[in-house]
T-cell receptor
Framework: GAVVSQHPSRVICKSGTSVKIECRSLDFQATTMFWYRQFPKQSLMLMATSNEGSKATYEQGVEKDKFLINHASLTLSTLTVTSAHPEDSSFYIC?????????FGPGTRLTVT | ELKVEQNPLFLSMQEGKNYTIYCNYSTTSDRLYWYRQDPGKSLESLFVLLSNGAVKQEGRLMASLDTKARLSTLHITAAVHDLSATYFCAVDHNQGGKLIFGQGTELSVKP
């Protein structure tokens, strides 16, 4: 089966700093990856679509200057939360698309103090 | 705008009982996904339904898709405690891979 990894799995940072989260497809190439955010006891909300070699497409209401997405290769997409604030604390999950399947990473829990 | 609604949102069941979770969506799509999420974990894929009338079964879970009614169901047979989790349905918007999720159904199976 296809495997998607995320790093780090958990990060605590101070308000005002930036945090980078990596999403890797380990055994397949993914031209398209997705980033989701999940607050406690809520559903997953799509933040953006990450396309290899081109700019990410952001969903309405998601600040592209705050959540920087780079899809530098067919196996790696990164999400950088810039100038993080406590309200950015959440569970961030990436997925990689292969054919009609979506393969989800294990998630990154971000806590901003 | 595609909307996906699940019901019920909370479900407390006794072991051995049967129940159905419903997933309604607002626009045409023939790709529907069911996932399980345990507390603090990411998503585990359960079923991928790709056409009208699709039915898939795995153990005590069975999922079906009616694209004309824009409805999918996840049926639980003879529930056991290990099935306690949150279940999400998701619809692929425009078949481009963007998944729109339902609110989730928190299932608790009690002895």
């Amino acid at each position: 089966g296809a495997v998607v990894s995320q790093h780090p799995s958990r990060v605590i940072c101070k308000s005002g700093t930036s945090v980078k989260i990596e999403c890797r497809s380990l055994d397949f190439q993914a031209t398209t990856m997705f980033w989701y955010r999940q607050f406690p006891k809520q559903s997953l909300m799509l933040m953006a679509t990450s396309n290899e070699g081109s700019k990410a497409t952001y969903e309405q209401g998601v600040e592209k200057d705050k959540f920087l997405i780079n899809h530098a290769s067919l196996t790696l997409s990164t999400l950088t939360v810039t100038s993080a604030h406590p309200e950015d604390s959440s569970f961030y999950i990436c997925s990689a698309k292969r054919d009609y399947e979506q393969y989800f990473g294990p998630g990154t829990r971000l806590t901003v103090t | 705008e595609l909307k996906v609604e699940q019901n019920p949102l909370f479900l407390s069941m006794q072991e051995g009982k049967n129940y159905t979770i419903y997933c309604n969506y607002s626009t045409t799509s023939d790709r529907l996904y069911w996932y399980r999420q345990d507390p603090g974990k990411s998503l585990e894929s359960l079923f991928v339904l790709l056409s009208n009338g699709a039915v898939k079964q795995e153990g005590r879970l069975m999922a079906s898709l009616d694209t004309k009614a824009r409805l999918s169901t996840l049926h639980i047979t003879a529930a056991v405690h290990d099935l306690s989790a949150t279940y999400f349905c998701a619809v692929d918007h425009n078949q481009g891979g963007k998944l729109i999720f339902g609110q989730g159904t928190e299932l608790s199976v009690k002895p």
